[in-house]
């Protein structure tokens, strides 16, 4: 991949146009950066701190390549890009984080192989692609286990529970017998993640090790610092290190483990997004330079920026009817309020954010 220095007064080219693309805008025009958005949707919130915006299939290859020739770079917001999309922009402009990282991250079997494949500790995992090979693989990874569909889940969507073997049909069903990961539940103390950020020399930098609280799959509070060892926060970044340089990544990457106080491994790797993420929100308020703007220093070229957190924060989502609190939020010292700008309030929605400073502990 050709190397990318961009000046300021550049433009950025962002597929997806969801609040990640709306934050790395804001981050990018700090720096003196533009951004131009390219979303299959009209009136996504990214759309309203853009210098400019096109709507466009992803799968439209004159839109695509149109879009990508007037940016300096390409990157992705969200994580089910399809491949197809990455690679017209690729002729068009240098596209970072590479599509390799997004192929990996997209494909939840692709994921374990790889982790595992690092020495990284991964729960007990086998692919399903049929009943009789679910059957199987419960006769491997002891119950109770996760079916997982291999692709395009998020946020607990996509997967089922299953407590004994005469679960498997309905299990299977369940998922619309869509190829499948069996994986085996692991007991865990806390859902912990590490944002690192790598550079297109190669220079690795990493957040603190946060702690994350979810509420039916979706993420609900992120506490920075995560309150565990330090010998387990290292091992948690050096993971994280271990992840970046393995897929030659450029850009921001965030790594989801769960924590076991007092077993052997103390960290077992959940799955890895290949961009800005929720647990990452925090840095915006609690860090001199965020995830997003650091992610932005990287595609363009950039020295990253200082990783290191000022205060100790708690960052909460807004989900649904929670934004209507808006007001009283406003009124709260020491508390930094996130807006989207959505509309249309859906429960579980994504509506924004909050994050509360503490003294540094
Ligand atoms: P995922 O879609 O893989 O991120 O899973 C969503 C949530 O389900 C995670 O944040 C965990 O709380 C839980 N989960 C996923 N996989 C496992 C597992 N193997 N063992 C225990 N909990 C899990």
């Known amino acids: 991949m050709p190397e990318v220095k961009l000046p300021p007064g550049s433009t950025i080219g962002i597929l997806g146009g969801g609040q990640l693309g709306r934050m790395l805008a804001v981050a990018a025009s700090r720096l003196g950066l533009k951004v131009h958005i390219y979303s299959d949707e009209a009136n996504v919130p990214a759309f309203d701190v853009a210098a400019e915006s096109t709507v466009g299939g992803y799968d439209d290859e004159a839109a695509l390549a149109g879009f990508a020739r007037k940016v300096g770079v390409v990157t992705c917001e969200f994580e089910n890009v399809p491949a197809k999309a990455l690679e017209i922009a690729g002729r068009e402009a ?18 374990k192989d790889f982790v595992s494949g690092l020495g990284i500790p991964v729960a007990p995992y086998a692919a399903v692609d049929s009943l009789d090979g679910l059957r199987e693989a419960l006769s491997r990874v002891k119950t109770p286990a996760l079916l997982k569909t291999r692709r395009f889940g998020y946020d607990g969507k996509g997967q089922v529970l299953i407590h004994n073997g005469g679960e498997a049909e309905a299990a299977w069903h369940a998922l619309g017998g869509m ?61 994280a290190g271990a992840v970046v340089e393995a897929l030659d990544h450029v850009g921001v990457l965030c790594v989801e483990m769960f924590e076991r106080e007092g077993e052997t491994p103390n960290l077992i790797v959940n799955e890895f997004a290949p961009r800005v993420h929720n647990s990452g929100h ?10 997003f703007e650091n992610h932005v220093r990287a595609i363009s070229g950039w020295p990253l920026g200082a990783t290191g957190r000022h205060s100790d924060a708690v960052m909460t989502n807004l989900l ?17 309020v996130h807006l989207y700008g959505k509309t249309d309030t859906r429960t579980g929605r994504k509506m924004g954010h909050v994050t509360r400073l503490f003294p540094k502990g």
């Open 94 to 111: 240098p596209v970072f984080p590479p599509p390799r990282s997004f192929a990996i991250a997209q494909d939840r079997l692709a994921e």
């Open 320 to 336: 649904g009817a929670d934004v209507e609190e808006w007001r009283t939020l406003a009124a709260e010292p020491g508390t930094a």
């Open 179 to 239: 190829p499948a990961l069996l994986e085996g539940v692991v007991r865990f103390d806390r859902e912990v993640s590490v944002i690192a950020v790598r550079g297109q020399d190669g220079e690795a930098r990493f957040y603190d090790v946060v702690e994350n609280v979810h509420q039916g799959g979706i993420l609900a509070l992120s506490r920075a610092p995560a309150r565990i060892s330090q010998s387990i926060a290292f091992e948690a970044r050096r993971i």
């Open 282 to 291: 925090w840095t915006i308020d609690a860090c001199l330079v965020s995830q």
